[in-house]
Each structure stands twice: as structure tokens, then as C-alpha cells.
């Protein structure tokens, strides 16, 4: 969300996406540095495989990103970091959104 006044369906995604606790502690987790996936389960106490759905729903919604590393012993290892965001929210930036909005058919309105 780098655009000062997102879309309608830019600001539903990224409030969406923000609004689950896990994610939360992930992107504070991630703000203090990137990570890899296998480090950021243990320091978060949630599996593998929950954390990859959390950062899976992060990185769509284009609040981190990604890379493939390969380490020192040929193992890959997959590094997250948050993205650059801010959300400011003011009853006129939501009306602004909303003008955007797309319905269930993709139209605008």
C-alpha cells in the first residue's frame, strides 16, 4: 500500500489482511530485521506451515516480501521481510476509497 489514497479494494485488502493477530506479530516480528521461515516459526511458537499461510496472505497483500537464499550448505532457505507501509485513515480518505470500490463483477462503483 504505497499509494497516499489506496483504492477501495487496496485499503479492504491490507485492513483484511492486518486484521489477524498472527499477522500482526508477524510483520512486528519482521520489522525488526528479515527472517527466514524455519527462525520466524520458532521465535513466533507457530508451525511452519501456519506461519507460510500467514506470510503467503502478507506478501499478496503486498506488505512484505520474499527471496530465496541458498545457503553455505546447498540448503534453500526462503528470507521475508516487511515492506515499507503506512496506513492513515480519515473518514474522507475512507470516502475516497469507497468511490473505488469494485463489486462482486469487477465494475467500479
Do not use: W
Amino acid at each position: 500500500m504505497n499509494s497516499p489514497t489506496p483504492t477501495g479494494d487496496e485499503l479492504v485488502r491490507v485492513l483484511a489482511t492486518l486484521s489477524n493477530p498472527h499477522r500482526l506479530r508477524v510483520v512486528a516480528a519482521l520489522a525488526g530485521g528479515r527472517n527466514y521461515v524455519s527462525r520466524l516459526a520458532r521465535e513466533l511458537g507457530i508451525s511452519r506451515a501456519l506461519l507460510q499461510v500467514h506470510l503467503k496472505k502478507l506478501e499478496t497483500a503486498g506488505l512484505v516480501s520474499s527471496e530465496i537464499e541458498v545457503s553455505d550448505d546447498g540448503k534453500a532457505m526462503k528470507f521475508y521481510e516487511v515492506k515499507a507501509f503506512a496506513v492513515h485513515l480519515t473518514p474522507d480518505h475512507i470516502v475516497t476509497a469507497v468511490r473505488t470500490l469494485t463489486d462482486e463483477k469487477g465494475e467500479a462503483g
